[in-house]
DNA sequence: ACTAATTTTTAGACTTGCCTAAATTTTGTT
DNA sequence: AACAAAATTTAGGCAAGTCTAAAAATTAGT
């Protein structure tokens, strides 16, 4: 059985070698996991030696297929405890993220297997991330950030990047939610600001706004 | 926050002092949770300095108030999870102990209190343990054993004292649940055992069956 | 009441995860 | 290419929770 600990290296790792060619560097997952680099080093070699990842000394870390398994059901619990949360205990999408990080580390396949079914066989979760099936197999969506979208075009919110408390509150305060039409009217060259329009009425978003803001693009 | 491992010692210190009028002993505690003796003397002095017990060297120990606040919170959750396991997610009674017991840990008043309103807010868990309210506050029934019982008595079924697997998989295989009515026909005195009259038909009890089933009587 | 058996405690050691400080390797700059 | 800066690793330590073996206290038996 993996500790909590391990666990939570490994989904790191995860989220790490997912955004970039490159492995994983020492520092980057110390950031992650608010440990010294230090402590990740040691940490390094446990896991190397327990197969869950690719390491040499000075190199970047990448994980293994058995480490790629763990994280994946890791997140796949995370993301069905956050639906858990949202649908049926009515908490808020900004609300969930810390205590589906306690619940990921339940360790009963059979439990999440029946969770799974009691949600319904949700694909997302409330931030619009992909949920893994039991075998690990994630569906993509051809979603892009909010920024490819040209003057003119339209789509549909689709998720978030970023889904820290604080830009999931700016998103409820300007009503908007996954699943809305939202349609680019103009864009401002200058600070890369667009007005969209929404079902509701038009704002304004700020660059760092349209990138953590995935939509599906819709042909006319 | 106490850690799991003190959240255990408190439970299991909790399940001692309720059936004793002595404080648990160092052995008792190390069989309830399957370490040693030597490192529940360790424990039990950490567990003092934190005001959770009372203990002397070579006394039993019994939980301070602060102690037993902590049990019960721990109890009311595990209670709760052991519901929402058999209600919503469909496990059997004998199935959620284990997990339950992964479950109670999770930190978050929050959650639970959601939880026991989505599970409108039940009184009994699926043994017929009273579930604790958010204050500790334990409703008790005056519920008897079912040796208890003379011949000709009748009761309801409300709970097992003994929730082993085992046991709870005889009840089952008898089709007795929670709730059913029962009349106690005939008592054997040679070895205690009864002829009980359920819904569906009679059965002989064992002494050891009768001791671990509870009943509230009915009267005429 | 005294010794034997049992229980409990102390002592010393191990593992997991974490830290700081120092050494080493890699990377970047001139 | 050589040196400085940054990243990484090594070394040595600490806290929590566990263990075994041995010592001390309590309890029980005659």
């Known amino acids: ?95 969930v993220h810390d205590l589906a990080e306690e619940l990921e580390h339940i360790n009963s396949d059979e439990l999440i297997n029946r969770m799974e079914a009691f949600l319904d066989h949700p694909k997302f979760d409330p931030h619009g991330d992909p949920i893994p099936d039991r075998k690990g197999k994630v569906e993509s969506r051809n979603q892009v950030a909010l920024t490819d979208l040209k003057s003119g075009e339209k789509g549909l919110v689709t998720g978030v990047v970023d889904s820290s408390k604080e830009f999931l509150q700016y998103l409820d305060t300007l009503k908007i939610e996954l699943g809305n039409p939202i349609e680019v009217k103009q864009i401002f060259e200058y600070d890369k600001s667009r007005v969209v329009k929404t079902n509701i009425r038009e704002h304004t978003f700020s660059h760092q706004v349209c990138k953590n803001l995935f939509v599906i693009k819709q042909e006319e």
Chains 1, 2 share one sequence.
């Not at 995860?14 to 680099?37: F, M, P, R, V, W």
């Not at 446990?46 to 890791?74: C, F, H, P, V």
Request: glycine share 6%; hydrophobic share 35%; aromatic share 10%.
């Open 1 to 95: 059985m993996p500790s909590f600990t391990v666990e939570n290296y490994v989904k790191a790792i995860y989220g790490l070698n997912k955004h970039s060619e490159e492995g994983a560097s020492t520092n980057q997952i110390a950031d992650a996991l608010g440990t010294k680099a230090a402590t990740v080093t040691d940490m390094l070699r446990k896991l190397s030696e327990r197969k869950l990842i690719n390491y040499k000394k000075y190199q970047g870390t990448t994980l293994t297929e058995k480490g790629k398994e763990l994280a994946l059901n890791i997140i796949r619990k995370h993301r069905l405890w956050e639906v858990f949360l949202v649908e049926k205990l009515d908490f808020k999408w900004d609300e």
